[in-house]
């Protein structure tokens, strides 16, 4: 079971360490929930999301109502120069380095962002399975729901009616762009759904981190 008041302890204390403090979401459900938690700790600045030009329209159509329901905070939806092609077919690992990876280090490093909450969790991969609360790399990036299951992310989500992705019931239990991203078969990995069959399951955004 996670520990709800830990979280937000986190959170809290990320909020009033770094005044410059962002947040980023793929979307995922475990995205909505951190989106909530920061909401009940009062935060207002930037959250970020990488509109690749190859989303499902569930995922913009979700980015839009999360928008409403936390209007206080400040949603950037980040983009790459590049009109949506089929890269993704010829040299996947480069669509993601300049459409999606590119976007979200150019922001914090233009707006001087030192330090971001982001949503991941231990068992949303078995690459994931040593997630620390606090990882430095580019920046000091914060994992407030590290401990988290997917049956309390459910739950929370529930209990308060947040709006999540409403592909994540078909299976889809890690949300990406439409090309390379499938659902998920019962036991199987849960990111097993991304990057099909390029023997990868990230697209190189956390892979500078390193433990506190």
């Given at each position: ?14 909020i ?63 983009g790459?120069d ?69 049956e ?61």
């Amino acid at each position: 079971m996670a520990d709800l008041n830990a979280s937000i302890a986190v959170i809290e204390e990320a909020i009033g360490s770094y005044p410059d403090l962002a947040v980023t979401t793929g979307l995922n459900i475990s995205g909505s929930v951190l989106l909530d938690l920061v909401s009940r700790s009062n935060f207002s600045g930037a959250v970020l999301f990488v509109d690749t030009g190859y989303h499902f329209p569930q995922t913009l159509s979700l980015w839009e109502e999360l928008q409403d329901r936390y209007s206080e905070m400040n949603f950037v939806a980040l983009g790459a120069d590049n009109p949506p092609d089929t890269l993704y077919s010829r040299d996947p690992e480069l669509c993601c380095s300049l459409n999606k990876v590119a976007p979200l280090e150019n922001y914090p490093q233009e707006h001087r962002v030192s330090a971001v909450l982001n949503a991941r969790t231990r068992v949303s991969s078995p690459g994931r399975r040593d997630l620390s609360v606090i990882e430095h790399g580019t920046r000091v990036r914060i994992n407030p729901l590290i401990e988290w299951s997917y049956e309390d992310l459910e739950h929370y989500l529930e209990d308060r009616d947040i709006p999540y992705h409403s592909l994540y019931h078909e299976g889809y239990l890690s949300m990406g762009c439409w090309p390379c991203t499938g659902p998920v078969k019962p036991g199987q990995d849960p990111r097993s759904g991304r990057f099909m069959g390029q023997g990868r399951s990230e697209c190189g955004i956390w892979l500078d981190v390193k433990k506190a």
